[in-house]
Nanobody, 125 residues
Framework: QVQLVESGGGLVQAGGSLRLSCAAS????????MGWFRQAPGKEREFVAA????????YYADSVKGRFTISRDNAKNTVYLQMNSLKPEDTAVYYC??????????????????WGQGTQVTVSS
């Protein structure tokens, strides 16, 4: 069983920055691919970014490329999402997820086996 706990969400003005963290339980964090997704009210959950087991491979949705950076610290069992130049359309609940077996860059929620509870990000205009 993998438990994931997100933190770092909040209210920020457009153009501002936030850093989300996701702490994972268990001794085998370095064997998981990790991803971030988001879900706005009335919309489907959408892929934001993913990172491979070692951190050497990263993947981004076109909507956040150049503004968001995913990273991980396997010694701390934590994955991060640095979000810069935030826009009102980035407002959503952000979820981290663990992909134990599949392709490291998968954008499909079905590829992910465990999910955190989510953290709210609100960007005001």
């Amino acid at each position: 069983q993998v438990q994931l706990v997100e933190s770092g969400g909040g209210l920020v003005q457009a153009g501002g920055s936030l850093r989300l963290s996701c702490a994972a339980s268990g001794p085998t964090f370095s064997t998981y691919n990790m991803g971030w997704f988001r879900q706005a009210p009335g919309k489907e959950r959408e892929f934001v970014a993913a990172i491979g087991r070692t951190g050497s491979r990263t993947y981004y949705a076109d909507s956040v490329k150049g503004r968001f950076t995913i990273s991980r610290d396997n010694a701390k069992n934590t994955v991060y999402l640095q979000m810069n130049s935030l826009k009102p359309e980035d407002t959503a609940v952000y979820y981290c997820a663990a992909n134990l077996f599949g392709y490291s860059g998968s954008a499909s929620p079905q590829s992910y086996n465990y999910w955190g509870q989510g953290t709210q990000v609100t960007v005001s205009s």
